[in-house]
């Protein structure tokens, strides 16, 4: 038992501390694992499609039983008076609702009752029922309607999840990225640690020298700090992305994330392709997203939602019809023998009307028929807007940030070049400590920019790609770990 609990806690201190080498097909892989972000995703997929199936649903057969025995002990007020002392009666009915707006059932059933004159009076018999809407409900068309928009629905919904996990993903891949660059920045910081402290020794050696004063001391003192204080602000913000990430992807909860493994040179070239594919549209590419097809369900969808509104407040008119067979006899059984030697017919035929009366449900009708055109019309809208302004203005925003990162990187080149040359003639004593410290720090700050502007570049391509989720580039088309 000894052994056995010592592997235990040795296997689970293992796997707390154990590291996880973070890619984004690992994170593909995690999101499969449905974390609690997705479930609101799932949960309004399923309510649509519970939806369709529940109308569905109500045009399956449906068997309906009921059963019922009666006593009565009460007075008789005369002679003649017909009250009921007993009654039994039973029947099995097999009903279904139709799309033709026709509804069709078959009853077997059987009564038996007593009263002051007659004993065991008993009736059994099978009915065929049926029930046809000749106005509002006519040859099934708002069963229909209601049909073929519950369908749209649902067809839409399926798009909306893809559209929805889609985007959910790129907001992990973010904060993936954003880790990424928050490495490239500690990588820097810490290469600047180092030389802010080799020129803090050299300059307090000078001093000791008779070379340089307590200012030049204080000031390379400072810039040290200053650049702590930055290292110190990354690993901050890496903790801050870790337990977002966390919190995203529970599935990294009790494991450590280690070093990042990426390529910078491989990056680049696959944000390049990425933005010239883009760029290579001057129109947003529909073939590349679902949101199209959603607008066009969705313009569908408020066409059919009318039409069941027009009939809102429209009059039911419901022919219903019974054919039935029976037969009688003193007791149940006998009235089963009847029936089966000698059943006799029994025919009814009735109108149902039902009108709503008043203007009340004429301003209902109204408002509905406006709510659904507000909303149907929105969403459409909405989901245009993504589509059409989100690649035009991507398309611009893309274009100016490669220019942008273009000048960046020339302007690292030249400063990196002077800053070697500034170095020499500082260790030559050509030029001052204050001259030195104005080089490192425009390096410094262009070289942080560069990162924060592929940083800015790569969030806006994964937010086009929750859009546009069919872009076909190396970026958009990461495989989960293991395929």
Known sequence: ??????????????????????????????????????????????????????????????????????????????????????????SLALNKPTKYGVDVGLKVFGTKSSSAFVQNSATTGVTLNLSMDLLKNFLGKETNNGLKQSALVLKRAELEKKAAVKSFTSNVRKVYWALVANEERERFLKSLVKTSEKQFRDTVNKKKSGVADAGEVARTKAQLSTRQSSLLSVGYEKAQLSKTLREMLPDLNGKKIAPLKYSSDKIRADVLTCTNAIAAFDKAPLNRTHYDEIVGFLIEEEKLEQKV???????????????????????????????????????????????????????????????????????????LLKIEAFHTETVKMITILRKVIANQGSTNELLEKSLRFSKKKYNQARIGLPEIIVEQEAYYQSKLSEIDSNLTVMNILMDYFSIFSETPCKLNSVKKAGT
């Open 1 to 90: 038992m000894s052994i056995l609990l010592a592997l235990v806690m040795f296997f689970q201190s293992s796997w707390a501390d154990g590291e996880i080498n973070l890619t984004e097909s690992k994170i593909l892989e995690m999101i499969e694992n449905q974390p609690p972000g997705l479930d609101q995703i799932e949960a309004s997929f399923l309510q649509a499609q519970f939806d369709h199936l529940s109308k569905i649903d109500k045009l399956s057969f449906r068997l309906d039983g009921a059963g019922q025995v009666y006593e009565s002990k009460e007075r008789s007020l005369g002679q003649f008076d017909p009250f009921t002392q007993s009654a039994t009666d039973y």
């Open 309 to 383: 509104l027009d009939a809102y407040d429209d009059p039911s008119l419901k022919v219903i019809g019974e054919i039935s067979s029976v037969g009688r006899g003193f007791g149940l059984e006998n009235s089963r023998q009847d029936f089966v030697d000698d059943g006799q017919p029994r025919t009814s035929l009735g109108l149902q009307l039902s009108m709503p009366l008043g203007k009340r449900v004429k301003n209902s009708k109204e408002v509905a028929k406006s709510l659904a055109r507000a909303k149907y019309r929105s969403q459409a809208q909405t989901n």
